[in-house]
């Protein structure tokens, strides 16, 4: 175990900008990137539904 | 209809392409200036100190000369693609292969050499060494041409796309990359007094690798844009 | 059984296949993405020279190996497409290049925080990271040569011609700008001579990839059938799928 306490670990020996600073950017692309995907579908699926309805009418 | 002999197409587009470039002069001219410019352009941002201008000079040569090469090559394809020769060219039965290189030629010629031939002068203006200045020459003689061969597939990749200027800037200044670095260190060398025989070496196997893969690229990106 | 396999190459047989996929690969991801960070943050050891800052690593070398891979993977399913005229690999290589974007970003920005504690300053023009900036360029420039061509055939062709040329280049790219930097050498600091790895930490680093590439298999997965849909949507089989 590396860490006496929690205080200890969110410091990161005195680098917690760097560290926190890498991880909460990668964090915030996936959750980016999976959030643009979501949506792109759900634009796909709006349009495809209103096609697919007017196609049968 | 005869079939006219590899080497005597060859000349034939560049005749044509040189006589094309003459009628409009402009074009020739806007390259050369823009150089002279944008080289002229740095010490004014950068300040006269004679030590730093020496530093700096071999990259603000080159990095000049990428950027005016890569102006001149949206005219390299455009005009005839606008107009049909370029398909013509393409249905020719002649390698449309060699006729690209004969284009890239007569476009070097225009561009590039003014470009070869000015840097020298410049080169004294930011106070290089005389004995660099011949390194200064070879290095751009050499460079030029690669970028011109690797430009055509930039060139060709754009074609008729809109904002064809700055994406074929995108695309192409990285694969510049290493011509830059060669061209650049082989001037850095000589003007503190190392021997640029590597350097220029190097440069040379860029070109030949250029030669051999850069008309074979543009035709193949003049395919898909005619297709 | 081999033979079987080739009628994934269609899009309509792939659509299915990748929904029912992309779950496992997002839970794998998940999973491993957990293990690697418990033993890249909480069990590791810290480093004797880099202090807690190396923990970077965890995340760095991931991208950076992820950033490279999928180029290439990219690249080799934009020569399948060009030489077979499959359309499901240009596709492919559309729906794997934002992601490959994404994570050569990572590396650089991750990399630059990383330098700072370490070397003191947040660029250096080492080889790896200035490769990887143009690597960056090099997927910035397949993607924007894409969508500036309205063809489609023509966007997918044209791309995966430069993304070819690209990737001969890489390599040249690389050498140079390494020569170019011993020539220049002023600074002595190599990157991240990564510190000597503890076991602990080579495992962690190696999880962490072996996640980062589930999670951009799962996302390109996704990807390919948000492509598969935008360009297949008038296709017959496509109004009798429930994704309609």
Known sequence: ?57 | MSEASLAAVFAAVIRRDLTLAVRRRSDVFTTFFFFVLVVSLFPLGVGPAPDTLRTIAPGVLWVAALLASMLALTRLFAGDYADGTLEQLALSPQPLVLLVAAKVVAHWLVTGVPLVLVAPLLSLQFGLPSDALSVVLLSLLLGTPCLSLIGAIGAALTLGVRGAGGLLALLVLPLYVPVLIFGAASITACASGMAAGAHLSLLGASLLLALALGPWGAAAAIRIALE | MVGKLWKYASPQAFYPLAGALAPWFFAAAAVLGAIGLYIGLWLAPTDFQQGDAYRIIFLHVPAAWMSMFLYVVMAFWCGVGLSMNTRLSFMMAQALAPTGAMFTFLALWTGSLWGKPTWGTWWVWDARLTSELILLFLYVGFLSLHAAIDDVRRADRAAALLALIGVINVPIIYFSVKWWNTLHQGASVSLARAPSMAATMLLGMLIMALAAWMYAIAVSFVRVRAIILEREAEADWMRDTEAA
């Open chain 1, 1 to 57: 175990m590396n860490w006496g306490s929690a205080r200890d670990f969110f410091a990161m020996g005195g680098y917690a900008l760097y560290v926190w600073g890498s991880y909460t950017v990668a964090a915030l692309c996936i959750a980016a990137e999976l959030w643009l995907l979501r949506s792109r579908g759900r634009t796909l699926k709006r349009r495809l539904g209103r096609n697919s309805t007017s196609a049968q009418s």
